[in-house]
């Protein structure tokens, strides 16, 4: 069992940044691949970023693709998801997520999911 708990969500500026943080509970956090998604109010939820459980690899969508960097802290059971240049469409709640295989991109591959903290950036 993995518990996930965000922070670092609030209100922003467009062109600002924020570092989002996700703390886990899990002795075994080490095992797992970590994700950040988002959700927008009236869309689906959509995958932000991946980190591998080495953090060897990782991937961005292209929505965040070049403004973002995904983290880990594997010693203190922590991954950051950091957005650069933020833009209004980047409102959304971010949930972090911890996902049983090597590198899942689909949302059905993660087993644990955080609450959600919620980002919205002004224009």
């Known amino acids: 069992q993995v518990q996930l708990v965000e922070s670092g969500g609030g209100l922003v500026q467009a062109g600002g940044s924020l570092r989002l943080s996700c703390t886990a509970s899990?002795?075994?956090?080490?095992?797992?691949?970590m994700g950040w998604f988002r959700q927008a109010p009236g869309k689906e939820r959509e995958l932000v970023a991946v980190?591998?459980?080495?953090?060897?690899?990782?991937y961005y969508a292209d929505s965040v693709e070049g403004r973002s960097t995904i983290s880990r802290d594997n010693a203190k059971k922590t991954v950051d998801l950091r957005i650069e240049t933020l833009k209004p469409e980047d409102t959304a709640v971010y949930y972090c997520a911890a996902g049983g295989s090597y590198f899942p991109l689909s949302s059905q591959e993660y087993m644990y999911w955080g609450q959600g903290t919620q980002v919205t950036v002004s224009s």
């Open positions: 980190i591998s459980w080495s953090g060897g690899r990782t």
């Open positions: 899990s002795r075994t956090f080490n095992n797992y691949a």
